[in-house]
């Protein structure tokens, strides 16, 4: 799944593809690079970011997702919001990349109606919220696999119970969001247990996080390449079925390598 942030304010490459005609020669590179998925979105959902207006997040998208449908690509919208995800199914998009973990259920209704799939990314409060969420004290995190996955099936109940089938869904552990950069780490670690308890296949979003700083501390986004890609190939080999990335062609190389040496 390549990235297609269509935002002025995202951590890594915020306002780079805020004009439509770069948002969509974004797309045009991630697709000859590779991605099977093209994730657009038009809301900035790292800590500290305030709420888009759903006409303002559609204003931003709305031609990147057309652009994206008429070059045959599989897309995927990445909002909370069920107007913005009514407006790019209509388009033709056919997944909707939910980072508020459902706090709005009449998104999965809307998913449910125009018969979508779901990625459902735990989480706990907004992004305007979450600085300082991931310190251990203030989220209280037992073993944070086990919290990670109860409140997922939470919000994964409530999808089922609007109409979402559950093969129409996706479990996206949530790495950065509410989260310190040991409880990412740790969730990273031990992937393979989601891929096996949650029942659903399983989305990784690592690329070029935060907490992949534990390896590089005074790397920024952009230098964070190295571990993303490792990060990559270890949520693959332990089961992932989508891994979320800004530098598709790399990743691509890295998985391909990966398959014919007999280790993925």
């Known amino acids: 799944m390549g990235v297609c942030n269509v935002t002025p304010d995202s951590f890594s490459d915020g306002g780079r593809y805020l004009e439509p005609g770069a948002a969509c020669a974004r797309v045009d590179e991630l697709l000859a690079e590779g991605a099977d998925i093209i994730?657009?979105?038009?809301e900035s959902t790292r800590p500290g970011a305030g709420p888009v207006s759903a006409r303002a997040q559609i204003g931003r998208v709305i031609d990147v997702v057309k652009h994206a449908v008429s070059r045959g690509?599989?897309?995927?919208?990445?909002?909370?919001?069920?107007?913005?995800a009514q407006a790019c199914l209509e388009c033709g998009a056919a997944i909707v990349n939910d980072a508020s973990c459902l706090r709005d259920v009449d998104l999965a209704r809307v998913v449910a109606a125009e018969r979508a799939a779901l990625i459902l990314m735990h989480t706990r409060g907004t992004p305007a919220e979450m600085v300082g969420l991931g310190r251990s004290e203030s989220t209280a995190y037992g073993d944070v696999v086990a919290d990670v996955?109860?409140?997922?099936?939470?919000?994964?109940a409530r999808a089922f119970s609007r109409g979402v089938p559950r093969d129409a869904i996706v479990m996206d552990p949530g790495l950065g969001f509410a989260k310190g950069a040991a409880h990412s780490f740790e969730l990273i670690s031990r992937?393979?247990?989601?891929?096996?308890?949650?029942?659903?296949?399983?989305?990784?979003g690592a690329s070029r996080k935060s907490f992949l700083?534990?390896?590089?501390?005074?790397?920024?986004?952009?230098?964070?390449?190295?571990?993303?890609?490792?990060?990559?190939?270890?949520s693959v080999r332990a089961g992932?079925?989508?891994?979320r990335v800004h530098d598709v062609r790399a990743t691509r190389q890295a998985l391909d390598f990966d398959r014919r040496t007999g280790r993925g």
Do not use: M, N, Y
């Open 149 to 156: 996955s109860r409140e997922w099936q939470e919000a994964a």
């Open 240 to 243: 992932a079925a989508i891994v």
């Open 73 to 84: 690509a599989c897309v995927s919208i990445d909002t909370g919001e069920p107007a913005v």
């Open 213 to 234: 700083k534990l390896v590089d501390p005074g790397a920024p986004p952009v230098a964070r390449i190295g571990a993303s890609i490792a990060a990559a190939l270890h």
């Open 39 to 42: 994730d657009i979105g038009g």
């Open 191 to 204: 992937l393979g247990e989601f891929v096996r308890v949650v029942g659903a296949p399983v989305a990784v």
